[in-house]
């Protein structure tokens, strides 16, 4: 079946300190893999997106994520939070970069303390 | 640029009620797929639109309909709310299937709450 796993609901780091936000999936087939974040009365905003090339993937706001496929997990990193990245961040996996059968994580909620 | 817009912004029916959401897309864009949050969970999606036909849905029941109009416009429509109803019901905008890019572009969102 096909899945995607955030395993942490939350996670609180302080400011200026270092992120790694989870994402394992389950997929089938070569997937598109998504990281979107989503604050308070917005909607998902697109960080990053990885289907082929360097596994690596720069994105928006200093946000990069890598690609394990051995381990079937698409981690977020950020080397230094800044408070405004307080938000909700989802993982989500797809056939391609549209919207039919993307499947999104949980969420996982981002505290930043100062 | 526009982004994504949708309206109303917030909303408070009552089971057996009809309700409808209403979402304009990012310039340029013609597809619009529709997804609903509920509370704590990542966005499912509802259906897609493109050429003011419904091209693909994901696993709603016949309750979740929509409509596409000539300026790429969407609406939603749900008939005889159900309390499991109650989420944030997300709009997004893209360029049409087969494009390179058809990354999606989300509004901000209309919160339905059903009493």
Redesign the interface.
């Known amino acids: 079946a096909q899945s995607?796993t955030q395993p942490d609901i939350h996670i609180t780091v302080s400011e200026g300190a270092s992120l790694e936000l989870r994402c394992n999936y389950s997929y089938g087939a070569t997937p598109y893999l998504f990281w979107?974040v989503q604050s308070p009365?917005?909607?998902?905003?697109?960080l990053l997106?990885y289907f082929s090339g360097d596994t690596l993937v720069q994105g928006i706001k200093g946000f990069e994520a890598e690609f394990k496929r051995s381990q079937s997990s698409f981690n977020l990193r950020k080397p230094s939070v800044h408070w405004s990245d307080a938000a909700e961040y989802?993982c989500?996996v797809g056939p391609?970069?549209?919207?039919?059968?993307?499947?999104?994580?949980?969420?996982t909620r981002l505290f930043v303390k100062a | 640029d526009a982004g994504v817009t949708q309206s109303p912004t917030h909303l408070i029916k009552t089971r057996g009620q009809q309700v409808t959401l209403r979402c304009s897309p990012k310039s340029g864009h013609d597809t619009v797929s529709w997804y609903q949050q509920a509370l704590g969970q990542g966005p499912q999606f509802i259906f897609q639109y493109y050429e003011e036909e419904e091209r693909q849905r994901g696993n709603f029941p016949d309750r979740f309909s929509g409509h596409q109009f000539p300026n790429y416009s969407s609406e939603l429509n749900v008939n005889a709310l159900l309390l499991g109803d109650s989420a944030l019901y997300l709009c997004a905008s893209s360029l049409p299937h087969g494009t390179v890019d058809e990354t999606q572009y989300f509004g901000p969102g209309t919160r339905l709450l059903v009493l």
């Not at chain 1, 009365?41 to 697109?46: C, D």
């Not at chain 1, 549209?98 to 499947?103: A, H, N, S, V």
């Open positions: 995607v979107y009365g917005q909607g998902l905003q697109l997106k989802f989500a391609n970069t549209g919207g039919f059968k993307t499947i999104f994580g949980a969420g």
